[in-house]
């Protein structure tokens, strides 16, 4: 019995001893991602869906992060450390995708995560770049709530969202149809679809009270089938319909709509799409394709977006959709922030924090235009609407829109501090 | 315009689309006892290889008649690939055990199948146009309607009838019958049960791969579009009764009219009609409609 409990002690003592240890192990402060000295590469993980009903979407946005990593490299790294990528795909669950976040940081050793286009991904994961003090920098996420819901020290959006598409949706849609009586929506059920839905309704509502909403339609998240809902908006004609839907089922929609007339009796209002999609579409459509960066900037006056056009192309014979110019946009806004940092510091390499600091509040250049990084890491920039003509470029091959307005950027974005639908309530109503 | 007559005509365009795929779901659930969730993926296979067969061999443009005879031949080209393959090799080890044993295997087999549609054709989007374009649109009760789904609504009712002489009319469908009815004492008869099992197979994957042909040209063809079909296919076929096609048939109509009556008052509920319904017709009559109480055997 005595040498029962002798054992039973030692064994005690050994997992107490063993508590102990990692409770001092863990105790210890991580060091931030990046470390002060001066990295032989800096690995950059790019996550975008490889597959599934998101990867044609984000092609162009993997395509883009290969040709400028390529190009920064070439140009000898930035300040002289040469980039690494990682591709992983975005596909899976929310809860895989943060514990893939949680392998990119702690066992690949990432320095930076951009990429995430699902809006639960990107919410999910901005709490987890906070805790493991990770720069994470989302390059398509669209959901507005982003940096409205919570405050993140670690996590960027270096493109427009949702409210700035919507808001100036509804302006366009004012100024090409001023006599506007009746709008209808039709959009996937998801928080993208019924946001949008929402920020656009209330925008028009606000500065036209009198217009009437005939139609709520809400699909199926990449929906196909659009028969009941084609033929319900052709029965009550609505002057304007609204709809954010991208993938395949914008494309279905396109088909099927384009063949029942859909786009005659209405003015259809897309905030997004590719420029396949673009090219499908008849004669007269709104479109956005969020921000269509192939005319705006113009390549004609822009060099930079000429040389990004002409150099896609060339790479992969093809011009690239609008998630190629927003993974521009965040790569090339990392380059910014840590050439800053750099440079504040003195020449000597930043830690991640010194590179935070130096992205708030910054504006870089890109093949879009100037993009500025806000103090809630929100970047803001002008929109742009225009209409399909059925024209194509002569010169770059992409389809032309014409009768296009630029939103300035305090026109359409809420301002710090805000709540969107609060921002949007407090205009003053027209008559 | 007759909102009556405009849901009418809405609900026969889903109910036929969806037909072409319960049917076959249903078939091999009566026949060999599985619920086939590969079925969603047997769908996209069918769409891939008409889009492919039609961009392929003709470049995307071919005269209006030649692209249904593409469509048409995609479906028993694959369902004869994938068929005899799929249950000879992996269901047919199952049928003895637990159901959930089936639901495991399909859902394993799809998302392999899913796979390998990528590792074939790529991510990027396939299309289909002309016989979509081809027949442009039709007036009716006032607003207008793309002529092709009509087609969809032929063949439904071709395979429907199809089905029914097959089971009704031919020694084979006998001898189906005897199967679904009892499996051993069909053994027992000298009836080649492991034959029979791998003819229905085919012919549901030839179903399923037949729906997704003649889906393609109406929508993008990428991946991911197997899920689309696969979640409104079991709900139909529970309603209708596991096994039944006439159920199939009563249950895509009846959730084509409900979805379209939604979406035209109350489109809010638009995507919860069907569940409701599941949910009202399971909890009244949970075999569903025309589906066989099935006794316990001890």
Not at chain 1, 5 to 12: D, E, K, L, S
Not at chain 1, 114 to 137: F, N, Q, R, W
Not at chain 1, 363 to 368: K, L, V
Not at chain 1, 374 to 382: E, F, G
Request: proline share 4%; glycine share 10%.
């Amino acid at each position: 019995m005595k040498t029962e409990m002798r054992w039973h002690r030692f064994y005690g003592a050994l997992a107490l001893l063993t508590l102990v240890v990692f409770a001092v192990v863990l105790s210890v402060p991580r060091d931030a991602a990046m470390a002060a000295a001066k990295p032989e590469r800096l690995k950059i993980a790019i996550v975008q869906f490889l597959s599934g009903a998101g990867a044609p979407h984000d092609a162009s946005a993997v395509n883009t992060a290969k040709l400028l990593a390529e190009k920064i490299n070439a140009d000898g790294g930035i300040d002289g450390v040469k980039l690494k990528l990682l591709i992983v795909d975005e596909a899976g669950s929310t809860a895989d995708k943060v514990t893939e976040f949680r392998r990119l940081v702690q066992d690949e050793k990432v320095d930076a995560v951009i990429g995430y286009t699902s809006s639960s991904h990107c919410l999910a994961v901005a709490p987890v770049a906070d805790e493991l003090k990770t720069l994470t920098i989302s390059a398509i996420c669209a959901n507005y709530r982003l940096f409205e819901q919570g405050k993140y020290k670690y996590m960027f959006r270096t493109s427009a969202h949702a409210v700035s598409e919507n808001v100036s949706a509804a302006l366009y849609v004012l100024q090409m149809k001023p006599d506007l009586k009746t709008i209808a929506g039709l959009n996937y059920d998801y928080a993208y679809g019924r946001d949008s839905w929402e920020i656009f309704k209330r925008t028009i509502l606000k500065l036209k009270p009198d217009v009437k909403v005939v139609g709520e339609l809400w699909v199926k998240f990449l929906a196909g089938n659009y028969s009941a809902e084609i033929s319900k908006l052709l029965s009550v004609k609505p002057d304007v319909i609204h709809s954010v839907n991208w993938g395949a089922g914008l494309t279905a929609l396109i088909k099927q709509g384009k063949t029942r007339g859909l786009f005659d009796k209405s003015l259809v209002v897309f905030t997004t799409g590719l420029l396949s999609q673009a090219k499908a579409l008849p004669k007269g459509v709104a479109f956005s394709g969020r921000g269509y960066h192939l005319q705006f900037s113009d390549p004609r006056k822009n060099p930079g977006n000429r040389a990004f056009l002409e150099a896609y192309k060339a790479k992969f014979g093809k011009m690239p959709d609008y998630t190629g110019t927003y993974m521009a946009q965040a790569i090339l806004g990392l380059k910014a922030a840590v050439e800053r940092a750099v440079r504040i510091k003195g020449g000597a390499w930043p830690t991640t924090e010194e590179i935070i600091a130096a992205f708030e509040s910054s504006g870089y250049d890109t093949p879009r235009g100037p993009v500025f990084i806000r103090a809630d890491h929100q970047a803001i920039t002008d929109s742009m609407w225009g209409l399909t003509s059925g024209k194509i470029d002569p010169v770059f091959g992409y389809p032309v829109l014409e009768k296009m307005r630029v939103f300035p950027a305090v026109q359409v974005n809420t301002p710090l501090g805000m709540k969107t639908l609060d921002w949007i309530d407090s205009w003053p109503s027209r008559k | 315009m007759d909102t009556a007559t405009i849901i009418a005509v809405d609900g026969l365009v889903y109910a036929s689309w969806l037909f072409i795929v319960s049917a076959g779901l249903t078939f091999i659930f009566g026949v060999l006892r599985i619920l086939n969730i590969a079925h969603g993926s047997i769908y996209a296979l069918g769409a891939y290889m008409g889009a492919y067969l039609g961009n392929a061999f003709l470049g995307g443009r071919y005269p209006g008649a030649l692209s249904y005879v593409i469509l048409l031949v995609s479906a028993p080209l694959v369902g004869v690939l994938v068929g005899p393959v799929l249950e000879r090799i992996f269901l047919r080890h199952i049928y003895d055990k637990d159901e959930v044993v089936g639901l495991l295997t399909t859902f394993a087999l799809f998302l392999i199948l899913e796979d390998g549609i990528k590792l074939v054709w790529g991510i990027d989007p396939y299309f289909i146009d002309t016989p979509f374009s081809l027949l442009g649109n039709i007036p009716i009760a006032g607003i207008s309607y793309a002529v092709y789904p009509f087609v969809q609504t032929g063949i439904a009712i071709v395979i429907g009838t199809g089905l029914w002489l097959l089971i009704n009319r031919t020694r084979f469908g006998r001898q189906v019958t005897s199967v679904i009815a009892d499996r051993e004492i069909s053994v027992a008869m000298g009836i080649n049960v492991a034959r029979i099992n791998t003819v229905a197979f085919t012919i549901g994957a030839f179903l399923a791969a037949l729906g997704g042909a003649f889906a393609a040209p109406m929508i993008s063809v990428e991946p991911g579009m197997g899920i689309e079909v696969i979640v409104p296919a079991f709900a139909v076929v529970a309603i209708g009764g596991l096994g039944s096609i006439g159920g199939a048939a009563l249950g895509c109509i009846l959730v084509g009219v409900l979805r379209a009556a939604a979406v035209h008052f109350f489109p809010e509920l638009e995507m919860l009609v069907i569940y409701v319904l599941m949910f009202v017709v399971l909890v009244f009559r949970p075999q569903g409609f025309f589906g066989a109480v099935r006794l316990r055997r001890i």
